[in-house]
């Protein structure tokens, strides 16, 4: 980066204060939440919202339980003047929600933004002017003495506009353009202002400092809030109010931090959405309290809505990461990670666990509006039998033995690599059914009976092999074991390390049942099948016959065997069968 040389800090460290507020780990209490997307979100949208759209954002703010909204800049526009005007008039401020208006410090703004303000009941006039070393300098060519004048000019002409409305507003003032303003100098305007209103418990002034350009990390943007909070005049009047950029990518840090530091209030707006790279996200802010056990006061559990909602409005987008409300922030592609997560999921049912405690997932999806189905673990070429086999249980009731989970999850990761996609349950379920389900070839069982003789079973299987049938018959112990014994002398199969298990497929209606059958080879390599049907021993039967037809050579063997029956056998065993 060849002109690293043109750069220098733009800050100025505060004078020496009390920092033992960097012992606290995390806020412990919510802030006054203030949204500030209706005029500094919208200020920075290519597309100003309409007035119906700032309209149905604000009742998406007010239904969040924000009580404190900045509405706009009345003096901005027309279409921001009747915004305030249509909800006066639509008597859509609630009793305990204050809207908040902006003005710059001059005489005709503010003027306008109080005619906007006719006839509301509870209002905080915000009014601010560039205090910066930069804009003293370059923009207003004004000395410190003379800047200063401006804050107090305008804070006088509030109050004065106040009382001749006969109103009860509150203010707020920002020395706007803060972190590039000499500390000591931010202390002097924000106190000469703080002299004009003379604050009272009943009617207390906010103090609002912006990061409007973020220019530092935010442990001395915070050191800059310390020194203010511990120096302000009227401090136990004054709600200090903290209002963050994201100019370095840690407008959350910076509000979290200034908590700590003595805010007492943040302005922000949803998914950081503001000038240049945004305000502090709030709902970033909210959340990380909320995953910390403190109750932020507002309400983010339906964050597809509100995604979908600020989408429309604004024309911007949700980025997949953006923590919390990304469309990925949940999900996990790669194996380990499946795996724990499935685990995590089990313990926590198992152990009915009171605190969050899942393996990479921060937060539980469900609290956000999510499922576990569509957003937590998704299969492609990176996944495992940890995945692959939660998704077939979630979505299917099919809990295969943890070995053919393994066997299963090679399949689907094959496929997904090939197409080079994602795949959905329905797709994995095909890939499941194509290679493990009722398998009939080389052998389609089409018929079998069982007889007990003696303490021994006698089974017998009509299979279809190479185009012919063929009646195949030994005996067992058990019902499996007579028919394995029928298929396996036939044919020549040797197999040792049987898996079985089977369970019901609770979610189907005609309560089928599911097996599943490994074996394995001479060569010491295992097939799998899986038989569903409602009778358990036809379900065993078609699993352990998928298991033997999937066995390395099967259709080989079954061609040079060539085993067919004659058409007497084949009409004596349909005369005895369905004795199963
Ligand atoms: C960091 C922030 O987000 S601050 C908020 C910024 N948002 C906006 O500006 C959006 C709405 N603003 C607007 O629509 C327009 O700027 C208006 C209607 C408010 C004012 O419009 P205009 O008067 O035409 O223009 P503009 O804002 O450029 O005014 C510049 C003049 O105001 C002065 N000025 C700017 N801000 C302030 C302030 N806060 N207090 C006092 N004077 C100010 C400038 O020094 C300049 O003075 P000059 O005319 O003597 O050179
Ligand atoms: C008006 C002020 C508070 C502002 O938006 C900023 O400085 O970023
Ligand atoms: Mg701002």
Same mark, same amino acid.
């Given at each position: 980066?060849?002109?690293?040389?043109?750069?220098?800090?733009?800050?100025?460290?505060?004078?020496?204060?009390?920092?033992?507020?960097?012992?606290?780990?995390?806020?412990?209490?919510?802030?006054?939440?203030?949204?500030?997307?209706?005029?500094?979100?919208?200020?920075?949208?290519?597309?100003?919202?309409?007035?119906?759209?700032?309209?149905?954002?604000?009742?998406?703010?007010?239904?969040?339980?924000?009580?404190?909204?900045?509405?706009?800049?009345?003096?901005?526009?027309?279409?921001?003047?009747?915004?305030?005007?249509?909800?006066?008039?639509?008597?859509?401020?609630?009793?305990?929600?204050?809207?908040?208006?902006?003005?710059?410090?001059?005489?005709?703004?503010?003027?306008?933004?109080?005619?906007?303000?006719?006839?509301?009941?509870?209002?905080?006039?915000?009014?601010?002017?560039?205090?910066?070393?930069?804009?003293?300098?370059?923009?207003?060519?004004?000395?410190?003495?003379?800047?200063?004048?401006?804050?107090?000019?305008?804070?006088?002409?509030?109050?004065?506009?106040?009382?001749?409305?006969?109103?009860?507003?509150?203010?707020?003032?920002?020395?706007?353009?803060?972190?590039?303003?000499?500390?000591?100098?931010?202390?002097?305007?924000?106190?000469?202002?703080?002299?004009?209103?003379?604050?009272?418990?009943?009617?207390?002034?906010?103090?609002?400092?912006?990061?409007?350009?973020?220019?530092?990390?935010?442990?001395?943007?915070?050191?800059?809030?310390?020194?203010?909070?511990?120096?302000?005049?009227?401090?136990?009047?004054?709600?200090?109010?903290?209002?963050?950029?994201?100019?370095?990518?840690?407008?959350?840090?910076?509000?979290?931090?200034?908590?700590?530091?003595?805010?007492?209030?943040?302005?922000?707006?949803?998914?950081?959405?503001?000038?240049?790279?945004?305000?502090?996200?709030?709902?970033?802010?909210?959340?990380?309290?909320?995953?910390?056990?403190?109750?932020?006061?507002?309400?983010?559990?339906?964050?597809?809505?509100?995604?979908?909602?600020?989408?429309?409005?604004?024309?911007?987008?949700?980025?997949?990461?953006?923590?919390?409300?990304?469309?990925?922030?949940?999900?996990?592609?790669?194996?380990?990670?499946?795996?724990?997560?499935?685990?995590?999921?089990?313990?926590?049912?198992?152990?009915?666990?009171?605190?969050?405690?899942?393996?990479?997932?921060?937060?539980?999806? @469900? %609290?956000?509006? &999510?499922?576990? /189905?569509?957003?937590? =673990?998704?299969?492609?070429?990176?996944?495992? #039998?940890? *995945?692959?086999?939660?998704?077939?249980?979630?979505?299917?009731?099919?809990?295969?033995?943890?070995?053919?989970?393994?066997?299963?999850?090679?399949?689907?990761?094959?496929?997904?690599?090939?197409?080079?996609?994602?795949?959905?349950?329905?797709?994995?379920?095909?890939?499941?059914?194509?290679?493990?389900?009722?398998?009939?070839?080389?052998?389609?069982?089409?018929?079998?009976?069982?007889?007990?003789?003696?303490?021994?079973?006698?089974?017998?299987?009509?299979?279809?092999?190479?185009?012919?049938?063929?009646?195949?018959?030994?005996?067992?112990?058990?019902?499996?074991?007579?028919?394995?014994?029928?298929?396996?002398?036939?044919?020549?199969?040797?197999?040792?390390?049987?898996?079985?298990?089977? @369970? %019901?497929?609770? &979610?189907?209606? /005609?309560?089928?049942? =599911?097996?599943?059958?490994?074996?394995?080879? #001479?060569? *010491?390599?295992?097939?799998?099948?899986?038989?569903?049907?409602?009778?358990?021993?036809?379900?065993?039967?078609?699993?352990?016959?998928?298991?033997?037809?999937?066995?390395?050579?099967?259709?080989?063997?079954?061609?040079?065997?060539?085993?067919?029956?004659?058409?007497?056998?084949?009409?004596?065993?349909?005369?005895?069968?369905?004795?199963?």
């Amino acid at each position: 980066m060849k002109n690293v040389e043109h750069y220098k800090k733009g800050y100025f460290m505060p004078p020496a204060v009390d920092m033992s507020w960097t012992q606290k780990e995390y806020p412990d209490k919510a802030p006054i939440w203030c949204s500030v997307d209706l005029r500094d979100g919208n200020q920075a949208l290519i597309i100003p919202m309409s007035l119906e759209e700032k309209i149905e954002f604000y009742k998406v703010l007010v239904g969040m339980g924000f009580k404190e909204i900045e509405v706009g800049f009345p003096a901005a526009s027309e279409t921001e003047f009747e915004f305030l005007r249509y909800l006066v008039d639509h008597d859509m401020i609630p009793d305990d929600v204050t809207v908040q208006v902006l003005t710059q410090a001059r005489e005709h703004i503010i003027r306008k933004t109080f005619d906007a303000l006719k006839g509301v009941k509870n209002a905080i006039v915000h009014v601010y002017n560039s205090t910066s070393f930069a804009q003293r300098q370059q923009v207003f060519r004004k000395s410190k003495e003379e800047i200063k004048q401006i804050a107090v000019d305008g804070a006088k002409l509030l109050q004065r506009l106040t009382d001749e409305a006969g109103a009860n507003f509150r203010f707020e003032y920002s020395p706007e353009s803060f972190t590039g303003t000499e500390p000591e100098y931010a202390l002097e305007v924000c106190n000469a202002v703080l002299d004009v209103w003379k604050p009272t418990a009943d009617r207390k002034a906010i103090i609002n400092l912006p990061s409007t350009v973020q220019m530092s990390m935010p442990h001395v943007f915070a050191s800059q809030i310390a020194y203010m909070s511990q120096n302000l005049k009227y401090r136990d009047n004054v709600i200090l109010s903290v209002h963050p950029h994201n100019d370095r990518g840690t407008g959350v840090a910076d509000a979290e931090m200034a908590m700590l530091a003595g805010a007492d209030r943040v302005e922000g707006t949803l998914f950081g959405n503001g000038e240049r790279t945004g305000n502090a996200d709030i709902v970033t802010i909210g959340m990380n309290m909320y995953a910390l056990g403190v109750d932020p006061g507002l309400d983010f559990s339906n964050m597809p809505k509100l995604v979908e909602t600020y989408e429309r409005v604004t024309r911007m987008h949700v980025h997949p990461r953006q923590p919390y409300a990304g469309q990925l922030v949940f999900a996990a592609f790669s194996g380990s990670h499946q795996d724990a997560i499935a685990k995590g999921m089990h313990f926590r049912q198992e152990n009915n666990e009171q605190y969050w405690t899942c393996p990479y997932l921060y937060i539980d999806p @469900h %609290d956000v509006g &999510r499922t576990y /189905d569509a957003d937590v =673990i998704r299969i492609n070429s990176q996944s495992g #039998k940890g *995945g692959v086999g939660f998704i077939m249980e979630q979505n299917y009731g099919i809990d295969m033995p943890k070995k053919m989970r393994e066997d299963f999850s090679y399949f689907v990761k094959e496929v997904s690599d090939h197409k080079h996609q994602e795949l959905k349950p329905a797709e994995i379920y095909d890939v499941f059914q194509k290679n493990y389900l009722n398998a009939e070839t080389p052998l389609k069982v089409e018929d079998f009976s069982l007889k007990k003789k003696g303490d021994k079973w006698v089974g017998k299987v009509l299979v279809r092999a190479n185009d012919e049938e063929v009646v195949l018959e030994g005996a067992g112990n058990g019902q499996l074991n007579a028919v394995s014994n029928a298929v396996c002398k036939a044919y020549g199969i040797e197999f040792s390390n049987l898996v079985y298990s089977e @369970h %019901d497929l609770d &979610r189907d209606s /005609d309560s089928r049942g =599911i097996a599943y059958f490994g074996l394995t080879d #001479k060569a *010491g390599h295992t097939t799998w099948g899986a038989g569903v049907d409602t009778d358990t021993i036809t379900a065993s039967i078609f699993a352990f016959m998928t298991a033997i037809n999937r066995m390395d050579g099967m259709a080989q063997r079954v061609k040079f065997r060539a085993l067919k029956s004659t058409p007497d056998t084949i009409t004596a065993f349909k005369a005895t069968s369905g004795q199963h």
